[in-house]
């Protein structure tokens, strides 16, 4: 079954570092998401990637925030400047229809 | 702004057990959406529902969606241990928009 592909699966960075969480998505899919999901808490939305733009943000993803899909498989989301409050796991998701969501297994990214 | 309210949030039962996990919002959503998540991994969908009053039946699990679009149930028949996870409920607000708004989980055990 095919399989949406995250690296890494864990992350340690100095808080003020950059990271960027890589996601491999379904090849056939063409809308692209990253979620996160702070311990103990919800799943939210971040943003939405369509037609190689940013079809939807949150107001979590602010200007540290960025997405890119360089290569037409990978799609990147890069943090800038990181906080401690961004430690959470980051899911990427794909679909090709309204409906049918593909999550991956996430990045731990922990922040000291 | 707590959209998607589900219930119980924790639910402990002895295997052979029915039980039901209610998801409810005061939005209108063109669909919802069932998830399970294990530890580490990402969410896995489950079922899909779109239309109002819509019931879904995967093996022993029975999902219906609100007539209003509002809300949504999911039945496990018969409890087995092998069900114990967390059920997360994710709406879309909009058949225009791909982003998902979740719920804040079930934690479902079943012991043997």
């Known amino acids: 079954e095919p399989e949406v592909t995250q690296t890494p699966s864990h992350q340690v960075t100095q808080m003020g570092q950059e990271v960027i969480l890589r996601c491999v998505p379904i090849?056939?899919?063409?809308?692209f998401y990253w979620y996160r999901q702070i311990l103990g808490q919800k799943v939210e939305f971040l943003v939405s990637?369509?037609?190689?733009?940013?079809?939807?943000k949150s107001e979590i993803f602010d200007d540290q925030f960025s997405v890119e899909r360089p290569d037409g498989s990978n799609f990147t989301l890069k943090i800038r400047s990181t906080k401690l409050e961004d430690s959470a796991m980051y899911f990427c998701a794909s679909r090709t229809d309204r409906v049918g969501y593909t999550f991956g297994s996430g990045t731990r990214l922990t922040v000291v | 702004t707590q959209l998607l309210e589900q219930s119980p949030q924790f639910l402990s039962i002895q295997e052979g057990e029915n039980l039901t996990v209610y998801c409810n919002s005061s939005s209108v959503f063109s669909s919802l959406q069932w998830y399970r998540q294990e530890p580490g991994e990402g969410p896995v969908l489950l079922v899909t529902v779109v239309t109002g009053g819509e019931v879904k039946k995967l093996k022993r699990l029975t999902f219906q969606f609100g007539d209003a679009r509002k809300d949504s149930s999911l039945h496990i028949t018969a409890a087995q241990p092998g069900d114990t996870g967390l059920y997360l409920c994710a709406g879309a607000l909009s058949s225009n928009t791909g982003k998902l708004i979740f719920g804040q989980g079930t934690t479902l055990q079943v012991k043997p």
């Open positions: 090849s056939n899919h063409l809308y």
């Open positions: 990637f369509y037609n190689n733009e940013i079809s939807e």
